[in-house]
């Protein structure tokens, strides 16, 4: 069967999520909806573009117009996995389910027992070992680091366990080694987190330091193969943006590109557009989630939905007829829930081609595999074992 579309652009719109799931009160996030509480705390977005795609229908509580001809197909997707971290909602739009969620220690920050093994392991002390936004642990913690040589340890809402150190005065490589260590130790099933992160800084003191450009991901590789790996074994292209890559812990890709921001993130979206290739470009915009989520700031995740739909309406023209751009999210993260973790809602999803004529409501999907389903129908690869496709609804 000939391929529908040539090219597909998946971008995650990172814990934009769009009201609770049915077992919200499991999660203790029953109320979460991460736009539509943006809204209700600071006001009407100034998105026109996702607003001609069709979100305002997709969602009402975003205050949007809703079209009477929308741009795109749209609907919403439950996340049928347990848990609402990064990796699971990821790995499970490829194809996967997760029964078991990853570990995380939020509240808790790592057990005495792996922290006294990682100091002994690495020859480092450890300070922190709390759940801390990674510039402000710097600032806590970096001057103390750079005289004392101790391994800043730290957590976030997500699986992962961070390592920050000085590149200049501890060395990258020596960071790295103790990365690999703290990864071989968090391999144990009650420590077994997602990610262990390198985090290196740079700068003299307090109120200068600033994160490089050279972390380094330690992730769990999935534990089947995914739709990725359908694609790139079936000789198509498969690009990563942002911090797929690490969340796939390389599987399944075949060209990775680094980001700095999402305003980065979609001008090397907007670059890709302009080449040619068959396959997949796979985004992750994360400062949704790491800069106004986890920090609850309502006002500043407006501010970078805003900015995003900018950079959308420069996409948009670059995309051929037989080119198809899924946007979507990954979990939620209402910067105006308590605490600071993930919310557990639905994904949205919209689809859009120039060759759509009639474009409009899809189904709720009943997992994120819906996604990854439609895309492998779209390449005529191997179908993931979870997951329904929509692609004959595209038309």
């Known amino acids: 069967m000939k391929m529908k579309f040539k090219r597909v652009f998946t971008i995650v719109l990172d814990s934009v999520g769009v009201g609770e799931l049915p077992d919200a009160h499991a999660y203790n996030d029953e109320g979460a909806d991460t736009l539509g509480n943006i809204v209700k705390a600071t006001g009407p977005l100034t998105m026109p573009t996702m607003e001609k795609l069709g979100l305002g229908n997709l969602h009402a509580p ?8 929308p741009l795109a197909y ?16 990821h790995w499970e739009m490829m194809g996967l389910y997760i029964d078991k969620p990853f570990l995380t220690f939020t509240e808790t920050g790592f057990s005495k027992e792996l922290i006294d093994e990682l100091e002994e392991r690495t020859g480092s002390k450890v300070v922190g070992n709390i759940a801390a936004s990674g510039t402000d642990i710097i600032e806590q913690y970096g001057e103390h680091h750079m005289k004392t040589g101790d391994l800043i340890v730290y957590t976030s809402a997500d699986s ?13 490589e020596r960071l790295y080694q ?3 260590i703290a990864r071989e130790l968090t391999m144990r099933e009650d420590w077994r987190v997602g990610r262990v992160i390198a985090r290196p800084f740079i700068g003299p003191r307090k109120g200068e330091f600033k994160r490089t450009a050279n ?9 089947e193969a995914t739709v990725l790996d359908a694609l790139k074994d079936a000789q198509y292209d498969v690009i990563s943006i942002g911090k797929i890559n690490d969340i796939f812990d390389g599987e399944g890709i075949t060209q990775s590109i680094k980001t700095t921001s999402n305003d980065d993130g979609m001008d090397k979206t907007i670059e890709q557009a302009q080449i040619p290739f068959v396959g997949m470009v796979f985004v992750n915009l994360v400062d949704f989630d790491a ?27 670059l995309l051929n007829t037989d080119d198809l751009l899924i946007l979507t999210s990954d979990h939620g993260n209402d910067p105006t829930h308590h605490g600071t973790d993930h919310t557990r809602e639905h994904a949205l999803v919209m689809y859009y081609s120039p060759r759509f004529t009639k474009p409009g409501s899809l189904p709720t999907s009943k997992t994120f595999a819906d996604l990854g389903a439609t895309i492998a129908d779209n390449f005529n690869v191997k179908a993931p074992k979870h997951g329904l496709s929509v692609l004959n609804l595209l038309k």
């Open 62 to 69: 975003s205050k949007l117009k809703v079209m009477e001809y």
């Open 74 to 89: 749209y609907g919403k997707m439950e996340e049928a996995s347990l848990g609402k971290d990064t990796m699971t909602g």
């Open 160 to 172: 992962v366990l961070q390592i920050a150190a000085h590149e200049e005065t501890y060395g990258l």
């Open 178 to 180: 103790a990365c690999e």
């Open 215 to 223: 972390r380094h991901d330690y992730a769990l590789k999935p534990f």
């Open 291 to 317: 800069l106004w989520g986890h920090r609850r700031n309502p006002q500043g995740y407006k501010e970078e939905l805003e900015r995003f739909d900018r950079k959308l309406e420069v996409l948009l023209p």
